[in-house]
């Protein structure tokens, strides 16, 4: 079966949009039965538009987005009964988007409408709502080659050493569970029901030059997840799609020659440093000659 590469902006928005694909996919990566999964407002979802080359003003939002998001209201249910939470998914392509996911996760922080309201004591106080956040990652990790990481939070007492069961709503509302995805280690293996879904990222088996498409075999996956590839082949026959995965390409490739020019002007930046502190220590040695010259010439 041949579908669209979901590694794609425009194809993993296609995919993500199906909510019963979404709630799929983000409750077995986070381990969790969601019972609710809503779409927060369309200001939060990033998009991708074709970069004017001929103008030569500034460079618009589009030159510089690597970095695609979604945002989510989830309802988990739980063993005391249901919680609610906000997921954060974002999707990049290089190692340097670090600084634009803290900026998104500063923004859900001081997003006055991520609230709930809880009763402490007698008084109802509002206390911030929970946050996951997933990241897909195009690129891999400098230390670790594993294709799936859970980052989470422990209570412990370090005093005694022991573990704090019971959750804090102070605590809930500054701290996060994170979940990684290394793309390029998304592999032949299948170890479990989580790499097997994750697969249809697998970039190992590409039909065409561009990597738009990708060929997967149904009987591979289970009926479960069917769903999620037939969404794929579906975008895969779409003209839209592919018109915009094409522009993706390019937009990509402006990106990737200013990481190059980046990459280059810190480099020399660096070599001028270093020159610029060889002459200061000449400098500082001349100087120190010149003190003992006048000092012999008083003597």
Known sequence: ?????????????????????????????????????????????????????????????ADTLTV???????????????????????????????????????????????????KIGNKIRKTGLPIISIYFLGHKLEHTTASAIKISRQYNDLITGKIIETKESFIESLTIDSYVIQ??????????????????????????????????????????????????QQANQDIEIKKRMKLEDGIIEELEDLEREIGNLEQENEQVKQENEQVKQENESLKNELKELRKLLKD
């Open 1 to 61: 079966m041949q579908i669209a590469n979901p590694i794609y902006d425009v194809v993993f928005k296609y995919l993500m949009e199906d909510g019963k694909i979404a709630k799929l996919m983000i409750s077995s990566i986070i381990g969790e039965n969601i019972e609710e999964l809503v779409f927060l407002p369309q200001e939060f979802v990033s998009d991708v538009e074709k970069p004017n080359k001929n103008k030569k003003s500034k460079r618009n939002k």
């Open 68 to 118: 695609y998001r979604l945002d989510f209201s989830a309802k988990i249910k739980t063993d005391d009964g249901f919680k609610q939470v906000i997921i954060e998914l974002q999707k990049a392509k290089f190692p340097t988007d670090i600084m634009r996911f803290r900026g998104y996760l500063g923004e859900q922080f001081s997003n006055k409408e991520n609230f709930r309201k809880i």
């Open 183 to 232: 793309i390029p280690y998304l592999t032949d293996k299948r170890r479990n029901d989580l790499e097997i879904l994750l697969s249809v990222f697998d970039q190992k088996n590409p039909v065409d030059a561009d990597r738009h498409i990708l060929n997967v075999k149904e009987e591979d996956f289970p009926e479960k997840y069917r769903s999620v590839i037939r969404k794929l």
